[in-house]
Every structure is written in structure tokens, then in C-alpha cells.
């Protein structure tokens, strides 16, 4: 116990005071601690009501459309092999690689001596059965001659006719032309190289349009068969291997007769423009079909949470506890989620504070209407 004497220096300003001051002092101090203790209070409150306020909306039903892909094989309209019909030295080289030509327009020149002898040869044989033709026909019109000679005269005209066409034929295989409008692939031989009848020399392409073919499921087949009788079911849209869409709209052209055994799926060839010959045979890309979906059940993306490659949401019951469900989920739009299964259109679910929350907590909801949600993220709209 401390003595009368004892002096404690925390209090030595008040005991310098009179008792009426020191009493005055004394009331103002707890007073302001008091309200200290009690602002602190209430802040903690508050902050505690308002972090455990969350945006809440249901899931909406809504026509819309989404954009598939199918991974596609690009091919020229036209892309064909130019092949020697004749054996020899490749003489003359007229067009180079990549060069666009026109139908018709000269490519390459095998060296043509042989066959223009062959050919003279066959030339003056047709002109000397002629002249032994019209000797016979005029001894057969004095009746010299029997009128079966004179046949056998006309058939040895139509032979040597015959044998000049095919000399005549095998000179012009020594002049390779372009067969249509198109662009030069690779060369594959070099002037003087010689050449063996059906070796492939080049390619040539017609790139004004493009195939692009692409391979659909079963399933995607039947539905896509289901919606045959609108327009946009034909439409398409190319997306190249860079990223950037192609500038001119194709349309699905024609579909294969059978599925394939081995991958179940079956072949669609869709037809683009290509004027700017930016395309080329051989390049892939992706085909985009627009499909329509009648009252796809919607959510924000933002909304779900992904556990183990399972796709989950936080369900607000009517005690306004935190469950989470786990959904599944037909289609990824950008910004939005179609639902297969797992939530109805009157379910509560969290939209913002996904990662503040914990199984089981109890929220103050702050409810928004789901088409205010899903307005702000711009939906594809048809």
C-alpha cells in the first residue's frame, strides 16, 4: 500500500490543480475516451455490414447466338500437276516461280526436233497418198480401175491422214501450256534437263476462290441439318492462322455422303472469294458457323469459379448463406457462360466477391437484375 508521502507524476498536473478543476478534468478524459471507444465500435461495424454486402443475380433465359469453329484445310478451287506428255530435253523455261499466267499462255518447250521430223515424215506420206488417191479415183471414173481399189485408195489417204494427226499431236506435247488462269508453283527441273514422259514439272494454281474443308460431328451434323431452311445457317466466316478474319463472307457449298468409321465425323466444304489471291492451297484456318440457341439459360463468366477443371458457382439460399454448386457448362461466349445443367432461372447466385466469400457465410444480397448484368457485358445480339 502506498504511503500518504508517495507522489505519483502521471497525475502532477491535476494535483496541481484545485479539487473542482481536477473532478472537471477527470470527467472530460473518460468522456473522450468513452466516445473514442465507441466511434471505434461502430466503424468496426460498419465495415463489417459493408464487406458483407455482395452483388447478387439469376441466371437469365434469352435467345442468342454463339460463333463455332472448326479447324479448316485450305485448297484451291483449282491446283493441278503440269506433267511432260513426251520425252526429252527440257529446252526453254518461259514463265518463273510464283508467276501468275493466263489459259493457254506458253510454259515450257522440250526440244522438238525428233518430233518435227516424225512429223514432216507423216506430212509428205499423207500429201503422196493423196496424189495416188486422185490417180485410182480417175482411172476408176474411165473404168480402168474397180471401184474397190479406188476404196483402198481412199483408206490409205485416211491412214496417212490419221498417222500426221498423231505426228502432229506429239509435236504440240513439246509445248506445254498454262490449262487455266492461275499461279506457278515450284520448278522442279532446270533448262537442259532431260525429261521422261509424265514427269511432274510444276504445279499451277487458281486461287480466285478457295475450299476450305472441315470435318463436323455427328451431333453438330443433326443440328446443323435442323436449321438448314434459314439463310444464316449457309453463311461462313474464315479465320486465319495469324488471328485476323478473312475480309470476304463464304458459305458451306456442298457435304460429303458418309460419315468416317474411324473419327465419326463428316467432311463440309465451304467456298470463299479470294480476289486479292491472299489465301493459297495448302493453308489452314478456322471456319465460323454463327449457330442460334432458343432459350439458352445465361450467366456472367465472372460469376463462376474452376476447381479441379469443374466449373462452380456461389448459390445464395433463402437464408442468404453461401453454397456453392457445381455446374456444367454447353457453351463459352465471351464474357458469358450457356448452362446445360445445374441451375433454373430462379436461383440466386453471387456475381461479384467470388474470391471474399467462404462456403457457408452469411451475406447481405444486394439483388440486380440478371438483364442488366448481362446488358453490360454487350451479348451477342441477333
Keep these: ?132 488417191y486422185q490417180n485410182v479415183k480417175t482411172l476408176s471414173d474411165k473404168n480402168i480401175v474397180s471401184k474397190s481399189e479406188l476404196a483402198m485408195a481412199k483408206a490409205k489417204v485416211d491412214e496417212a491422214n490419221a498417222e500426221l494427226s498423231m505426228a502432229e499431236t506429239h509435236l504440240s506435247f513439246t509445248k506445254i501450256k498454262a490449262p487455266f488462269d492461275g499461279t506457278i508453283d515450284r520448278i522442279q527441273f532446270k533448262k537442259g534437263s532431260l525429261i521422261d514422259d509424265g514427269t511432274v514439272l510444276t504445279k499451277i494454281s487458281n486461287n480466285k476462290e478457295i475450299y476450305a474443308y472441315f470435318n463436323m460431328s455427328e451431333v453438330e451434323y443433326l443440328d446443323y441439318k435442323s436449321r438448314a431452311s434459314k439463310d444464316i445457317n449457309n453463311q461462313a466466316g474464315l479465320l486465319l492462322s495469324n488471328g485476323t478474319k478473312h475480309n470476304h463472307q463464304g458459305y458451306i457449298e456442298t457435304i460429303e455422303s458418309e460419315f468416317d468409321n474411324n473419327t465419326g465425323n463428316i467432311a463440309f466444304r465451304a467456298k470463299f472469294p479470294n480476289p486479292e489471291l491472299l489465301l493459297k492451297n495448302g493453308e489452314t484456318g478456322k471456319v465460323q458457323l454463327v449457330v442460334p440457341i432458343k432459350n439458352a439459360l445465361l450467366i456472367p463468366q465472372k460469376s463462376t469459379f474452376e476447381i479441379q477443371d469443374k466449373v462452380y458457382v456461389y448459390v445464395i439460399d433463402k437464408d442468404n448463406v453461401v453454397k456453392s454448386r457445381n455446374i456444367v457448362v454447353k457453351q463459352r461466349l465471351p464474357n458469358v457462360y450457356i448452362i446445360q445443367s445445374g441451375l433454373v432461372s430462379t436461383d440466386k447466385i453471387l456475381v461479384d466477391g467470388i474470391q471474399a466469400v467462404k462456403e457457408d457465410e452469411k451475406i447481405i444480397p444486394k439483388f440486380i437484375t440478371a438483364d442488366k448484368v448481362l446488358n453490360s457485358l454487350e451479348l451477342i445480339k441477333q
Excluded at 502521471?10 to 494535483?15: C, G, I, N, T
Excluded at 484545485?18 to 465500435?41: G, H
Excluded at 506428255?85 to 526440244?111: A, C
Design 1 to 132: 500500500m502506498a504511503s500518504r508521502w508517495d507522489f505519483d507524476y502521471r497525475f502532477a498536473p491535476l494535483q496541481r490543480l484545485n479539487p473542482r478543476k481536477k473532478m472537471k478534468n477527470l470527467i472530460a478524459l473518460i468522456s473522450l475516451i468513452s466516445l473514442a471507444t465507441f466511434t471505434s465500435c461502430n466503424q468496426k461495424k460498419e465495415e463489417k455490414a459493408e464487406m458483407s454486402q455482395y452483388t447478387v443475380t439469376s441466371p437469365v433465359i434469352k435467345d442468342t447466338v454463339f460463333t463455332k469453329e472448326y479447324i479448316a484445310q485450305i485448297q484451291s478451287i483449282q491446283n493441278v500437276e503440269i506433267r511432260a506428255q513426251e520425252k526429252g530435253y527440257l529446252e526453254t523455261l518461259h514463265v518463273d516461280e510464283g508467276q501468275s499466267v493466263k489459259s493457254g499462255q506458253l510454259l515450257f518447250s522440250i526440244m522438238p526436233k525428233l518430233y518435227e521430223a516424225d512429223y514432216l515424215k507423216a506430212k509428205a506420206d499423207a500429201h503422196m497418198t493423196e496424189i495416188e
